[in-house]
């Protein structure tokens, strides 16, 4: 059975080095029409069967529930870029330029570090956990870490084979890497143009979620793609993902 046209893999014909996904082997859907104006930095949870993530000009940072289907929202005084797990309980999040601990049952925001006070319009682009627990924070200028004693976050995720996967800003796709050659392995087109990030995660962590933006999309953009601004699942890609890294502090 063949997919609908706009889910197709790609734009253009793929070169020879381009592992195509089989059309019958995906599934591609809209589980949450959260109209992020620019929705990233998803991750999931296993232990409530969730995917966090935020919606950075909204100042919102979300947790959708897969069994229930409902949504939460915590609002923060500034452009949110990225949320991360915490080892010790709760959640940490790049908040301006500050790194955050995010209670979710009072829904507060206490500051753990801040930087670049001096710069008013600066902000954090974007964070993730490493594999030591270091929640890792990028700005236009510089990169900053928040250890577990210390005071302080891509589009992109990796499967257990070592592949990046990334989502392209602009280009309406995900696409699989080797990370030796560069060269593209495989090529997920979506029914979106703004794609931002992606994260593995369900049960096993075979499935893909997907993040994506509104805002720039003209009104006849968006009568062409009305889901954009969504989370979407992805589903037969063949392959699984690593669980998310919290953050050790």
Excluded: H
């Excluded at 609908?4 to 059309?23: E, H, I, K, S, V």
């Excluded at 599934?27 to 995917?51: F, H």
């Excluded at 560069?182 to 143009?193: A, F, W």
Aim: aromatic letters at 8%; charged letters at 25%; a positive charge.
């Amino acid at each position: 059975m063949s997919l609908p046209r706009q889910y197709r893999t790609g734009r253009r014909p793929l070169a020879r080095t381009d592992l195509c996904l089989t059309m019958s082997s995906i599934k591609i859907e809209c589980v949450l029409r959260e109209n992020c104006r620019c929705g990233e930095s998803p991750v999931w949870e296993e232990v409530s069967n969730g995917l966090l993530f935020v919606d950075i000009p909204a100042r919102k940072v979300c947790r959708w529930d897969s069994l229930t289907k409902q949504v939460q929202r915590v609002t923060v005084d500034a452009p949110v870029s990225s949320v991360a797990l915490r080892q010790s309980g709760g959640y940490v999040a790049t908040v301006g330029t500050k790194f955050c601990a995010l209670n979710w049952e009072d829904k507060s925001a206490v500051v753990l570090a801040t930087v670049d006070k001096d710069k008013k319009n600066n902000r954090f682009s974007d964070g993730k956990v490493d594999p030591s627990g270091r929640y890792f924070a990028v700005n236009r200028r510089s990169v900053y870490k928040l250890e577990k004693e210390e005071q302080i976050p891509d589009g992109m995720c990796i499967d257990t084979e070592g592949k990046p996967w990334v989502a392209c800003y602009n280009g309406g796709r995900v696409i699989r890497l080797d990370p030796e050659t560069g060269k593209r392995l495989q090529t997920v087109k979506l029914p979106v143009d703004k794609t931002t990030s992606c994260c593995f995660g369900g049960k096993d962590y075979s499935e893909m979620y997907v993040t994506c933006a509104r805002d720039g999309i003209d009104p006849e953009g968006l009568l062409r793609q009305p889901e954009a601004g969504g989370i979407f699942k992805i589903t037969g890609l063949g392959v699984k993902g690593i669980p998310p890294y919290p953050y050790a502090g």
